[in-house]
């Protein structure tokens, strides 16, 4: 795949800033270039926004409408090995040639607005350049960063919005308070257009009304969903749901008690959608979340070399992390692990090493990327959340430490999705 990361050129710059209406131009301005005598309908669009759960529950709701047999794209956010990763059509990713025919007229198209856009907003473009080209039905689409200024919003046309889990992150670009991130993330919301949304805590499901009420939208929660059984197996979990009278007899290919909460909310979608007039049955709601894949929560893995099984979740934030820890402590009790871990230095560090330390006894610390916690600080207060610290200089490194301390017992790899990508691109 070509590193579109390093290509200074295209992706890794930053935007000047964040205004809606420039970002609105720039895709109308982008399709313009790209297709000057072709009157092409608006790309249709389900959106996903919210903290957690974003890209699980778009990974599975594409899923179903691939195997209703709808052309389905899927934009989802950060990459993990590749950037090709974020703009896949039917489950497969974007080719280096598709992508790579697109800088051009996305280039121009910049040129002319005589201002920068950052690699989001490109790939953003890119996105929409690829599922038009080839007509697709209907994307599903996860929003980069909050909603309400997000490029995301400013492709194509919204049939269903969706709000996933909010909490506390990204707080220098959405605000400092609970309220202040909701709002941001409801801005994906339109008027008259319908948003399922998961179960969400008192400050932030008060923002989300208001903003439903000032929309005339109608909210379709995730409450509505009764969870009739569960049974965790290691690779996956089975799921009995009661939805519009029906009972769906689910299997999720992913671990995690915050995952039923995911697939309640693609399962919600789906029906939606069926009401608007796509032909979704029963058989390929069961199937499409059967079949759906999503890496980097709670993965397994094996890395040549390393004897341990290496478990990786890019639990970055308070809340993910809250939510591997009431998985391992269901799980296995009070047992603790080995891990591995990086955090960016804009995050919640405490918060995270709080949840950490009701599964991890040893960790090894490092730095994966310019804006991550410096291992030796980040291990100093891993000291102070009662755990014993470690420091590696890379990832092979982090691997082999963690595997000594592990004695064949799984190491968990946590706290950042560059992190997970890193690890993954280990075991190929």
């Known amino acids: 795949m070509f ?26 301005e982008v399709l313009k270039l790209h297709n000057p005598n072709v009157t092409t309908q608006p790309l249709r669009k389900v959106q996903i926004a919210g903290t957690n759960g974003k890209g699980s529950t778009a990974a599975m709701l594409s899923s179903v409408l691939i195997h209703a047999g709808y052309k389905t794209g899927l934009y989802t956010s950060p990459s993990l ?24 007229v996305i280039a121009r198209a910049q040129e002319e607005s005589g201002r920068l856009f950052g690699g989001f907003e490109r790939i953003t473009a890119a996105s929409m350049l690829y599922y038009t080209d080839n007509a697709v039905d209907i994307a599903v689409m996860e929003t980069g960063l909050g909603g309400r200024y997000d490029t995301v919003s400013a492709v194509g046309e919204l049939i269903l919005a969706s709000v996933t889990a909010i909490g506390m992150d990204h707080m220098v670009m959405l605000g400092d308070s609970l309220d202040k991130i909701a709002m941001e993330k409801c801005g994906i919301m339109r008027q008259g257009i319908p948003t399922v949304v998961h179960s969400q805590k008192q400050i932030a499901d008060a923002v989300v009304e208001k903003c439903a009420s000032e929309l005339d939208v109608r909210l379709i929660r995730t409450d509505v969903c009764k969870i009739i059984s569960v049974c965790e197996l290691p690779d996956r979990q089975k799921v009995q749901i009661q939805a519009d009278g029906e009972l769906y007899d689910l299997v999720i290919p992913l671990l995690g008690s915050y995952q039923c909460e995911n697939a309640k909310n693609a399962l919600l979608c789906a ?11 029963h058989e390929d709601i069961c199937e499409g979340i059967a079949s759906a894949k999503w890496d980097g929560r709670l993965q397994n893995l094996k890395v040549r070399g390393i004897n341990s099984n290496i478990v990786v979740d ?26 591995v871990l990086a955090v960016m230095s ?34 100093k207060m891993v000291e102070k959340h009662g755990m014993r610290a470690h420091c590696a200089d890379d ?5 082999k430490k963690a595997d000594a301390l592990a004695n064949g017992e799984d190491i968990y790899a946590l706290g950042s999705l560059y992190l997970a990508g890193a690890i993954i691109g280990e075991s190929m």
């Open 3 to 28: 590193n579109f990361q390093n290509d200074k050129t295209f992706y890794t710059v930053k935007a000047e800033n964040r205004q809606f209406e420039e970002a609105q131009a720039f895709i109308d």
């Open 81 to 104: 090995v590749c950037v090709n990763e974020r703009i896949r059509l039917n489950g497969e990713m974007i080719s280096d040639a598709d992508l790579c025919s697109y800088i051009p």
């Open 271 to 281: 029906l939606e959608l069926k009401k608007q007039g796509f032909r979704i049955s």
């Open 314 to 339: 890019g639990a970055h934030n308070p809340s993910a992390m809250y939510a591997v820890a009431e998985h391992m402590t269901r799980v296995y009790g009070d047992k603790k692990f080995t891990a």
């Open 346 to 379: 804009d995050k919640d560090v405490d918060g995270v090493l709080c949840e950490l330390a009701r599964f991890a006894e040893d960790v090894v610390c490092l730095k994966v990327t310019p804006r991550s916690c410096d291992a030796e600080e980040l291990a």
């Open 395 to 399: 990832i092979r490194d982090a691997l």
